[in-house]
């Protein structure tokens, strides 16, 4: 298998930090996207939405989104469950991690992609040009806030989003979390909860995946 990552994207460190916790090593190509790399007619061939991560299975096939990659490890190395285990359980990471793509991540990328120079043109992910509006930049910032402080609630007297070890829904909002920095927002003093969550997410070794 081959991961076609980005060091300097969040959402190709979402798979980075599940390999991780599975234990596997997977060989990696990195892309540019910096330089455009990601819309060469090569790598759209690929991915025809033009993002990372991509998975390359040792067949030619090919995985172009987090979920389907995740469900594609666990399923083929299934010891260590990201996932859930229970029936109950996969359904409440699923919904969590559901939630945390669109209430945060979704969020966060409204932010930043509306605002940021290096985005002008390109303020939609995909292969096609939408101009920005700021007005959707300060809903994205205010999205956040109220993202932070529902996290905060979930994580009152819990280690982890769901169940009692970590998920896919706690590598999601780590990733969330630190990509929330981008747009100078970060969880204030009073989300104690979430804070200290966050906290625990950085000590282990996925996180620097």
């Not at 290096?118 to 007005?135: C, K, L, M, N, S």
């Not at 205010?142 to 007297?157: H, K, P, S, V």
Request: hydrophobic letters at 45%; charged letters at 25%; aromatic letters at 8%.
């Amino acid at each position: 298998m081959i991961l076609y990552d980005c060091r300097t994207a969040p959402s190709p460190r979402r798979a980075r930090m599940f390999i991780a916790e599975k234990g596997i090593a997977i060989e990696t190509v990195q892309v540019d996207l910096a330089k455009g790399e990601h819309m060469t007619p090569e790598f759209r061939a690929m991915s025809p939405q033009c993002t990372v991560p991509v998975l390359k299975l040792d067949d030619g096939d090919v995985i172009t989104e987090n979920a389907g990659i995740a469900r594609y490890l666990e399923e083929m190395f299934p010891a260590v469950p990201l996932l859930g285990r229970t029936p109950a359980e996969k359904a409440h990471v699923a919904e969590w991690n559901a939630r945390i793509e669109f209430e945060g991540l979704a969020a966060i990328a409204e932010a930043l992609r509306n605002a940021a120079r290096g985005f002008q043109g390109r303020a939609v992910v995909g292969p096609r040009p939408y101009d920005q509006i700021p007005a959707l930049a300060e809903r994205g910032r205010q999205r956040i806030g109220d993202f932070f402080a529902a996290m905060n609630d979930r994580l009152a007297n819990r280690d982890f989003v769901v169940g009692d070890a970590v998920t896919m829904a706690d590598i999601t909002l780590t990733v969330a979390v630190d990509f929330a920095a981008w747009v100078k927002q970060v969880p204030g003093d009073d989300l104690t909860q979430l804070r200290r969550w966050h906290e625990g997410m950085k000590t282990r070794a996925s996180y620097n995946a």
